[in-house]
């Protein structure tokens, strides 16, 4: 099993920034992917970001493109979440999750990924 333990949320201005946080632990290190995803009231899940473990390729939403950063640190086994030039349109319940596999055509789906945290709440006021 893997935990997902996500921080980090919080209230900030449009046009501010705020930086989210996934901690992982358990059988972690059988996961290659780890995304982001979020989710608004009476809206569906949404693809933000992902990254793969073992290097540095990493896929955006195309809302969120140029905006949002995604990095990670392998010995904290975390993954991150830079989220800058914030709209009130971001406001949602932001989640991470792993996938065993990094497979690029289906990594933007929410099915593909076997773990989720709980997620944290962000919201952009105006």
């Known amino acids: 099993q893997v935990q997902l333990v996500e921080s980090g949320g919080g209230l900030v201005q449009a046009g501010g920034s705020l930086r989210v946080s996934c901690a992982a632990s358990?059988?972690?290190?059988?996961?290659?992917?780890m995304g982001w995803f979020r989710q608004a009231p009476g809206k569906e899940r949404e693809f933000v970001a992902c990254i793969n473990w073992s290097d540095d390729n990493a896929y955006y939403g195309d809302s969120v493109k140029g905006r949002f950063t995604i990095s990670r640190d392998n010995a904290k086994n975390t993954v991150y979440l830079q989220m800058n030039s914030l709209k009130p349109e971001d406001t949602a319940v932001y989640h991470c999750a792993a996938a065993r596999v990094w497979y690029i055509g289906r990594l933007y789906r929410p099915s593909w990924y076997e773990y989720w945290g709980q997620g944290t709440q962000v919201t952009v006021s105006s």
């Open positions: 358990g059988r972690s290190s059988s996961n290659r992917a």
